[in-house]
C-alpha cells in the first residue's frame, strides 16, 4: 500500500488548496479513504471519510461546509477541496486507508496566514 499527497502550500485566509492523494497496492474503488490532519502542537484528528462503494461523505464539524471529499477511482486518487480557510486549518494532511491496519502517507503541509 502506498499513499502519496499532494497540493499542500501557503495560501491566505479565506483562500482554496485542493489536496490529492495518489494511491496505489490495493483495490482502491472499493476502499474507503479518510483525510487526517495534525496542526503544530496537536494531535491528529480525523477531517473526513468517503466510502468505496458508495461513495457516501462524511465531515468533521470543523470543517462541514467549507472542505470536500470526493474520490476518482479511474485515476485511484481521492481529493479534499478546501474552501475558506482559517489560520486553525494550518496542518499537515494526512490521506489513510484501513487495510487490518492503518495506512498513512507521509502528508502535505497546508499553512494559511497572511
Known amino acids: 500500500v502506498q499513499l502519496v499527497e499532494s497540493g499542500g502550500g501557503l495560501v491566505q485566509p479565506g483562500g482554496s488548496l485542493r489536496l490529492s492523494c495518489a494511491a496505489s497496492?490495493?483495490?482502491?474503488?472499493?476502499?474507503?479513504m479518510r483525510w487526517y490532519r495534525q496542526a503544530p502542537g496537536k494531535e491528529r484528528e480525523w477531517v473526513a471519510t468517503i466510502t468505496g462503494t458508495r461513495g457516501s461523505t462524511m465531515y468533521a464539524g470543523s470543517v462541514k461546509g467549507r472542505f470536500t471529499i470526493s474520490r476518482e477511482n479511474a485515476k485511484n486518487t481521492v481529493y479534499l477541496q478546501m474552501n475558506s480557510l482559517t489560520p486553525e486549518d494550518t496542518a499537515v494532511y494526512y490521506c489513510?486507508?484501513?487495510?487490518?491496519?492503518?495506512?498513512w502517507g507521509r502528508g502535505t503541509e497546508v499553512t494559511v496566514s497572511s
Open positions: 489513510n486507508t484501513r487495510r487490518i491496519r492503518d495506512y
Open positions: 497496492g490495493f483495490i482502491f474503488s472499493s476502499s474507503d
